[in-house]
Nanobody
Framework: QVQLVESGGGLVQPGGSLRLSCAAS????????MGWYRQAPGKQRELVAS???????DYADSVKGRFTISRDNSKNTVDLQMNTLKPEDTAVYYC???????????????WGQGTQVTVSS
């Protein structure tokens, strides 16, 4: 059974920083893509950033230059460093991972439980 556990959310003032972390645990063969999504009240869940095998990254236009995604393949973790936070960054942030359970098997997407980020003065 695969589990993704997030940490690091909280309340921060505009212009401040937060770092989110997510760790994947369980028995599996490999992790292809890891990423962060967010969902604000009344809005659809949207991609924030993703990273493939620690090399290729992708960011939403709204966070480019402010957020940085990083991954430690040896620990199966992915972090999101968020700087210069704005009130519009307020949302529940979800970690996800595309995991291959066995050699030659298909990948499945797993999600964390979410962590609240609130940017407010």
């Amino acid at each position: 059974q695969v589990q993704l556990v997030e940490s690091g959310g909280g309340l921060v003032q505009p212009g401040g920083s937060l770092r989110l972390s997510c760790a994947a645990s369980g028995t599996f063969f490999s992790i292809y893509q890891m990423g962060w999504y967010r969902q604000a009240p009344g809005k659809q869940r949207e991609l924030v950033a993703s990273i493939i095998s620690g090399v290729r990254t992708d960011y939403a236009d709204s966070v480019k230059g402010r957020f940085t995604i990083s991954r430690d393949n040896s620990k199966n973790t992915v972090d999101l460093q968020m700087n210069t936070l704005k009130p519009e960054d307020t949302a529940v942030y979800y970690c996800n991972a595309d995991i291959q359970m066995r050699v030659g098997g298909l990948r499945s997407r797993y999600w964390g439980q979410g962590t609240q980020v609130t940017v407010s003065s």
